[in-house]
């Protein structure tokens, strides 16, 4: 059955590359981009409901990798709608060919400016952010919480308390977050093996492990593989 995107979208025209341009110049929030058989069409602040799942990151470029975790998470949570973000403060000319090959796999991509995770979440109150290992320890990072010159030098109490503060506030959103293990120099790695921050009872259900899942694909390495074969 098609659900109210795929139904908007058919009644939309394309203008990938204009909207895109609007998307990087502020003048939009977001947009999604899909394929519903006539090539891709975007719908520019189309409303993401509750329960969406999203997959943030800047899919340069999308790989096996992306897909199938939000296809895991996805038969994890039950959800039947998968929407990809990435970001929008890169030049339009990039976005635009990113997206194309995006929506050319069979993903529907949502383009947005927002970059960290509270932006995220005031723009899209109540989604499941599916991220992996490497995004999980950037979330409890304190370096993004802390008041303007304050992290140097500041106390590892006072670290956790600006962590703790930024997480109740995503909370409030009634986000979460689905996370899938990764593998690095030290072995594999997920929130039930090396969780890194201990969390108040109230937050317990913000992170869930993705379970039985590695995401060992590199999107460095694939572009590193990439410019060799385009000069070979």
Same mark, same amino acid.
């Given at each position: 059955?098609?659900?109210?995107?795929?139904? !908007? !979208?058919?009644?939309? &025209?394309?203008?990938? @590359?204009?909207?895109?341009?609007?998307?990087? !110049? &502020?003048?939009?929030?977001?947009?999604?981009?899909?394929?519903?058989?006539? &090539?891709? %069409?975007?719908?520019?602040?189309?409303?993401? *409901?509750?329960?969406?799942?999203?997959? *943030?990151?800047?899919?340069?470029? %999308?790989?096996? /990798?992306?897909?199938?975790?939000?296809?895991?998470?996805?038969?994890?949570?039950?959800?039947?709608?998968?929407?990809?973000?990435?970001? /929008?403060?890169?030049? %339009?000319?990039?976005?635009? +060919?990113?997206?194309? @090959?995006?929506?050319?796999?069979?993903?529907?991509?949502?383009?947005?400016?927002?970059?960290?995770?509270?932006?995220?979440?005031?723009?899209? *109150? /109540?989604?499941?952010?599916? %991220?992996?290992?490497?995004?999980?320890r950037r979330i409890l990072d304190a370096k993004y919480y802390a008041p303007a010159g304050a992290f140097e030098g500041s106390s590892d109490e006072e670290r956790q308390a600006w962590v703790i503060t930024a997480l109740q506030k995503l909370h409030s959103k009634r986000v979460s977050f689905v996370v899938a293990g990764r593998v690095d120099g030290d072995g594999f790695k +997920?929130?039930?093996?090396? +969780?890194?921050?201990?969390?108040?009872?109230?937050?317990?259900?913000?992170?869930?492990?993705?379970?039985?899942?590695?995401?060992?694909?590199? +999107?460095?390495?694939?572009?590193?593989?990439?410019?060799?074969?385009?000069? !070979?």
């Open positions: 059955m098609e659900d109210a995107l795929g139904a !908007a !979208a058919r009644h939309a &025209g394309s203008g990938l @590359k204009d909207l895109l341009t609007e998307l990087v !110049a &502020g003048k939009l929030t977001h947009l999604v981009a899909l394929d519903v058989g006539t &090539g891709v %069409v975007c719908l520019p602040q189309a409303e993401v *409901p509750e329960g969406t799942m999203l997959l *943030p990151g800047s899919f340069n470029p %999308v790989h096996e /990798g992306h897909e199938e975790m939000a296809r895991r998470a996805a038969e994890m949570l039950g959800r039947l709608r998968v929407v990809n973000a990435d970001k /929008g403060a890169i030049d %339009v000319e990039t976005l635009c +060919s990113r997206l194309e @090959k995006a929506v050319a796999r069979g993903n529907r991509i949502l383009a947005s400016r927002a970059t960290l995770f509270q932006h995220k979440a005031d723009v899209f *109150p /109540g989604c499941v952010f599916v %991220v992996g290992y490497d995004s999980y +997920s929130i039930e093996t090396h +969780s890194i921050l201990k969390l108040p009872e109230e937050l317990s259900g913000l992170f869930l492990a993705l379970p039985d899942f590695r995401n060992d694909i590199s +999107s460095t390495a694939l572009r590193a593989k990439a410019a060799h074969e385009s000069t !070979a």
